[in-house]
């Protein structure tokens, strides 16, 4: 059932990493557009519900009205467990982007996280945002998606499955998801796979995305040395006052996007370091 391909796709042309899109994390899943196994006749989208779990309780909401609900005092739809014989591995990851928490239940779902927190834009992440009750010509069916992304004016629904895991019924959700989030006016996408280059950068990126204090002014000379012209990253780190500090403080400007690199290619000492180009 599944159309899109476990292996990694080419990356055309140079990815900036200070404008690096989610797209060019990822490797997203084709989901149908439609089927006719689902029920979509007049009405659907009333029929269809999202149950939420808020302050007051669980609430639910036809799907026509899933943009309306005050997303703010909501709670993952089921809980985050830990047992030792699982196979999956749960967990909580920290987002600079939202300053707290957010749980997930898999690695490839911290990955998301992680490319979410990066590529910037967030004024919210939630996990297991809401369980998705939904109708097929022969039953009801039930999805929990695994991350909704708010953004300023829109918001992704996300669903995290490695390609060769993606089976009929699993396409079937999919595609409801992909309605109902047609419906409220936001964006959907399966998370399937990486794309190898980019993501290896944003790891490395990654160990230096939290808030730095800077008392000996690395991060302004550092950007001054780049200005004056693009270095190599061992080169810019030598022309710093001090050399042993350097490294870190520039892969924190890379991740805030204050300097900029090709993270289609091999991130290391002969990566070119440039000042982005602003408007």
Known sequence: MATASDQPLPVVGPVWSHNCTFEDLVVSFAVPEATDALDTGAGWAQKWTAKWRADQGEVVTPVRDLAAFEWASSRPARAFVWRPDQRHRPGLAFMSATGRLHGFESLAE???????????GMTEVLSQPFTLKFTTRQRPVR??????????????????????????????KFTAAHRAAAAAGWQYTVVAGWRPRPWAALEALSARRRAMSDPLGLMPELLELTAEQPRRLGELVAAASWPTLARAYVLHLLWSRRLTTDVALPLGDESWIYLPRRG
């Open 143 to 172: 999805h929990t998606p695994d991350f909704l992304a708010l953004t300023r004016g829109t918001a992704l629904l996300i669903d995290v499955r490695p390609v060769d895991l993606i089976k009929p019924d699993d396409a079937l």
């Open 110 to 120: 911290r990955r998301v996280l992680l490319a979410l927190d990066f590529v910037g």
